[in-house]
């Protein structure tokens, strides 16, 4: 079953503008991350937030954590064509330990930055 | 560094056939995953391996076998081929960490077709 959900399926901006992506989980975790997928590869990871976190920064990508809500959101800041790609988030979960690597990821939002 | 090689990107099988896609890491990471992608679904997990020597089920692990006989390679082996096995795996590594890392590595992707 997937645990996360991500809002929206797709969405579609133009160069400069914010993009936000949602994402919602069902079980406690050890960290939630975001991944990228440009069409036909593989998924390249952006960042990663742990549980006890509820923002983070890196580059023009912000994240928020909201452990009560179980949901997290991804900003992407002053947007470019090359940012269009699937974004993807993945939840580590809390097993009273490592997970071994065992994601759970969600459905995914395709976005698309026009020129 | 190389990271995750898979091998063969692209695959055709008729029904019944067997095959095995391989997964090849240079990072000397203990953690080693298959994912499957289809559309809609985001990525699914098959099987997981915490060593040479040790592999278990994930999510949706019929049709498919695992073994783990170094820390390198990871392959995975589809029995009789099935129309529903029609989908991109994703091969994962990580290293070991702790609970508050985990960011895996992923190759590029073998598109099999079961036709």
């Known amino acids: 079953s997937q645990q996360g959900e991500e809002d929206p399926q797709a969405l579609s901006i133009q160069e400069g503008e914010n993009a936000t992506m949602n994402c919602s989980y069902k079980?406690?975790?050890?960290?939630l991350q975001w991944y990228r997928q440009n069409s036909g590869r593989g998924l390249v990871h952006l960042i990663l937030?742990?549980?006890?976190?509820r923002e983070k920064h890196s580059g023009r990508l912000r994240v928020t954590l909201d452990t009560s809500k179980k949901s997290s959101s991804l900003l992407i800041t002053a947007s470019r064509a090359a940012d269009t790609a699937s974004y993807f988030c993945?939840?580590?979960?809390?097993?009273?330990?490592?997970?071994?690597?065992?994601?759970?990821f969600g459905q995914g939002t395709i976005l698309t930055v026009h020129p | 560094n190389a990271g995750v090689t898979q091998t063969p990107k692209f695959q055709v099988l008729k029904t019944g056939q067997s095959m095995t896609l391989q997964c090849a890491q240079d990072m000397n990471h203990e953690y080693m995953s298959w994912y499957r992608q289809d559309p809609g679904m985001g990525l699914r997990l098959i099987h997981y391996?915490?060593?040479?020597?040790?592999?278990d089920q994930g999510e949706v692990p019929n049709g498919y076998n695992v073994s783990r006989s170094t820390t390198e390679d990871f392959p995975l082996r589809l029995l009789s081929a099935a129309p529903s096995q029609t989908s991109v795996y994703f091969c994962?590594?990580?290293?070991?960490?702790?609970?508050?890392?985990?960011?895996?590595?992923f190759g590029e992707g073998s598109r099999l077709t079961v036709l």
């Open positions: 079980t406690s975790i050890n960290n």
């Open positions: 994962a590594s990580r290293d070991r960490g702790g609970p508050d890392t985990g960011e895996l590595f």
């Open positions: 993945a939840t580590d979960p809390n097993a009273g330990g490592t997970s071994y690597g065992k994601l759970t």
């Open positions: 391996s915490v060593g040479a020597g040790i592999t």
């Open positions: 937030i742990r549980s006890n976190e």
